[in-house]
């Protein structure tokens, strides 16, 4: 069945990213083309000559460096210097905005060894908009059942990076079907309903898709009407909002057979078989709450993440990292599975303030709370419980096409931590530098 199943993806991810290839070549090639404009950070925009048809070509590449030091170690530092992102992105639309599309590719190794599939491709999707309010899209793609700030596109980070909240428990993408629309319920006020059906093992760029499916759904409300140029997936208040602009959600998820730690972000990582060495694989179950608002260059973000797991009866051996089967489960073998998964709940809060000469500051919290069996306590990437922030950011544009930010980070690190060069911290804490240099185009 698992075969059938990764075959089955496999095709449908790669007929997707062939139809997002030609479309616009097809149609093009009968109407004829003409430049629309080019804006920096925006892309180029092409249209057809009825204007039935356009296209969109943009990219950004980020430029980061990280420095970790550790309390009372002289030695005990950490210094990379990465290309963290290296985008390009074709978008477009057909038939009078019923059909849009999006490919994007990331040529950076950033993501290797963050427990996400490291592919070049990233979103690859065919949108069908039935009308002005609502579209389903199939391909792969972001999701709204992640916390609020996953929602926010990388290029437009109001910080250097994402909050811990993001790491621990965000999948990123996923492959499957998308239904989003937008109710307008009273005078200024909306409602964004989305519900999504996917199959639950990440983004398609390795392995093979061995899980069940995942289903879930999110409701944003805007009671006082929707945010200027996108300011709902933005982080930094760059239009400097002129009426407050607030939107509140929440979401749920559930995967009723995952292989990986967080329910959707890799495949085939962690494998348990039953007695007939079938797979037997846990269920994993996110609640989200989150909101964002603007005001004249203000902008305050809040969300609060909670997952648990069931853990099937009839597990009989774990697959080793070899592929070897082994039949020992040390606590027990609920305790096992769920040590070996995100499990707990934790919440993250950010705000900025945008100087009209785009000069920015901003600040964030962040806390964890694991779950008395959990990989959070994993001595080496997690146990640490509580982040704090400060940051700077100097835009050169009234966009987010060029950019300087920085930003320090300080984390409490719990009993028996170790820091990125395997050395035991002693419980001394971790701090970190950023920086970051970004250019659109």
Do not use: C
Request: zero cysteines; aromatic letters at 12%; proline letters at 2%.
């Amino acid at each position: 069945m698992k075969n059938k199943k990764s075959k089955y993806m496999r095709n449908v991810t790669k007929l997707v990213s062939l139809l997002l290839l030609l479309l616009p070549a097809h149609l093009f090639s009968q109407d004829g083309i003409t430049f629309d404009k080019y804006t920096l950070g925006e892309g180029v925009t092409m249209k057809s000559n009825s204007e039935s048809y356009s296209i969109n070509l943009r990219g950004f590449v980020q430029t980061q460096s990280d420095s970790r030091f550790y309390e009372g170690g002289e030695d005990d530092s950490h210094h990379r210097f990465r290309i963290r992102r290296a985008r390009l992105r074709l978008s477009g639309d057909a038939f009078s905005k019923k059909i849009s599309y999006v490919l994007s590719a990331d040529f950076s190794e950033s993501l290797a060894g963050e427990e996400e599939a490291n592919s070049i491709l990233k979103d690859a999707y065919i949108r069908y908009n039935p009308g002005s309010n609502w579209n389903i899209s199939i391909g792969q793609r972001s999701l709204g059942t992640d916390s609020r700030e996953m929602t926010i596109g990388s290029n437009t980070l109001a910080f250097v990076d994402r909050s811990k909240l993001s790491s621990a428990f965000s999948t990123i993408r996923e492959v499957g079907v998308f239904v989003e629309g937008t109710v307008r319920v009273g005078n200024n006020s909306y409602l964004r309903p989305s519900l999504i059906i996917t199959d639950g093992d990440g983004s398609f760029s390795k392995g093979k898709r061995t899980g069940g499916l995942k289903y879930g759904g999110r409701l944003n409300y805007l009671p006082l009407g929707r945010f200027r140029e996108f300011g709902e997936f933005r982080g930094a208040d760059l239009v400097r909002e002129l009426t407050p602009k607030l939107s509140v959600g929440a979401a749920f998820s559930y995967n009723n057979a995952t292989s990986d730690r967080r329910g959707g972000r890799t495949t085939g990582s962690i494998m348990y078989l039953d007695e007939n060495e079938e797979p037997s694989l846990p269920s994993y179950s996110k609640l989200v709450a989150d909101f964002i608002f603007k005001y004249k260059g203000f902008s305050i973000l809040g969300e609060y993440a909670k997952t648990w797991a069931g853990v099937p009866d009839d597990i009989m051996y774990r697959v080793r990292n070899d592929g070897t089967l082994a039949t020992t489960f040390e606590g027990g073998v609920e305790e096992y599975v769920k040590g070996r998964m995100m499990l707990g709940s934790g919440f993250n809060i950010e705000a900025s303030y945008l100087f009209p000469q785009l000069f920015l500051v901003g600040a964030r919290y962040t806390h964890l709370k694991p779950d008395k069996d959990s990989y959070m306590h994993n001595t080496l990437y997690n146990n640490r419980r509580n982040f704090y922030e400060i940051s700077a950011a100097k835009y050169l544009t009234r966009s987010h096409a060029v950019k300087v930010q920085a930003s320090f980070i300080y984390a409490d690190a719990r009993d028996g931590s170790r820091n990125l060069l395997g050395n035991d911290m002693e419980n001394k804490n971790e701090m970190i530098f950023q920086t970051l240099l970004q250019v659109s185009f």
